[in-house]
């Protein structure tokens, strides 16, 4: 269903993820989620679409699982870029500093962050802080991988909004309005996810992003499983439940809150 009917956006209470009876969050329906003026028709349980897409449709799908990643990806950039420039200038009067741009890489061939070296971001997105080259990059198999389950692609908007609260921080430090480190450091990651909850509660508030049936699964159900793991672990990123909360706060509390809080 779309945002505001149906009872209200199900993002906002809280999806299902892993964890049975530790996960404080219900569960909803399969489905997806999608960019407003979706073109490819669907609704309730279809794909996510994104205005004026090019790319043809197969039973209701993308002939091209990595086309239909890196159209989303674009779409996203261009939202996120415009929330956080008019939001930055609202809240403190400052220019967001955007992204140069997104790339993508499958596997362990990432490209060093500032032509330094760096480490093996298999499954994996990041920002990099480089001053000369600062950039949102993401293990393209990785993010297909996710369609298996979450066809609309709601774990790719996650996601890059999280590195784009990466962008936000780097902001941040540089108008000396945050610290320069979080201590302890897996704050800044929990703040990343709390800033991804004030661009989605805003997108889809104003319909820049429609969600529907699943997205609060897929979303609450990676954080939930980017609890752990390798490039996940408590001490980097939070808590299962500290990442779900983070990004509820944010969804609910807005931007001050979490610069106040994280």
């Known amino acids: 269903s779309e945002v505001g009917s149906g009872g209200g956006s199900e993002v906002s209470r809280g999806g299902g993820g892993s964890g049975g009876a530790s996960d404080p969050y219900g569960?909803?329906?399969?489905?997806?989620?999608?960019v407003a003026d979706d073109q490819y028709g669907t609704t309730g349980g279809g794909t996510t679409g994104v205005a004026d897409d090019q790319y043809g449709t197969t039973g209701g799908t993308p002939t091209s699982a990595e086309q239909k990643v890196l159209h989303d990806a674009t779409q996203v950039e261009n939202l996120l870029n415009d929330f956080w420039t008019q939001e930055l200038r609202a809240q403190y009067g400052v220019q967001f500093d955007t992204p140069?741009?997104?790339?993508?890489?499958?596997?362990?061939?990432?490209?060093?962050?500032?032509?330094?070296?760096?480490?093996?971001?298999?499954?994996?997105?990041?920002?990099?802080?480089?001053?000369?080259?600062?950039?949102?990059?993401?293990?393209?198999?990785?993010?297909?991988?996710?369609?298996d389950e979450h066809p609309g692609g709601a774990t790719t908007f996650l996601i890059l909004a999280h590195e784009w609260g990466h962008a936000?921080?780097?902001?941040?430090?540089?108008?000396?309005?945050?610290?320069?480190?979080?201590?302890?450091?897996?704050?800044?990651?929990?703040?990343?996810?709390?800033?991804?909850?004030?661009?989605?509660?805003?997108?889809?508030?104003?319909?820049?992003?429609?969600?529907?049936?699943?997205?609060?699964?897929?979303?609450?159900?990676?954080?939930?499983?980017?609890?752990?793991?390798?490039?996940?672990?408590?001490?980097?990123?939070?808590?299962?439940?500290?990442?779900?909360?983070?990004?509820?706060d944010g969804f609910a509390k807005g931007t001050d809150y979490c610069q106040t809080n994280y």
Request: glycine share 12%; proline share 4%.
């Open 100 to 147: 140069d741009r997104y790339e993508y890489y499958r596997g362990a061939t990432n490209a060093p962050c500032g032509g330094e070296g760096g480490r093996d971001a298999a499954e994996n997105a990041y920002y990099c802080f480089a001053e000369t080259d600062e950039y949102v990059a993401f293990d393209l198999d990785w993010f297909t991988s996710y369609l």
């Open 168 to 248: 936000v921080q780097d902001t941040l430090i540089e108008q000396q309005i945050h610290p320069e480190e979080w201590n302890p450091g897996y704050l800044q990651e929990l703040h990343a996810d709390c800033l991804a909850g004030v661009w989605m509660e805003d997108a889809l508030r104003r319909g820049t992003v429609i969600e529907e049936s699943g997205d609060a699964d897929a979303i609450f159900g990676f954080l939930w499983e980017a609890g752990s793991g390798p490039w996940f672990a408590p001490g980097d990123h939070g808590t299962k439940e500290q990442r779900q909360q983070a990004f509820s």
């Open 27 to 34: 569960t909803t329906e399969g489905g997806t989620a999608r």
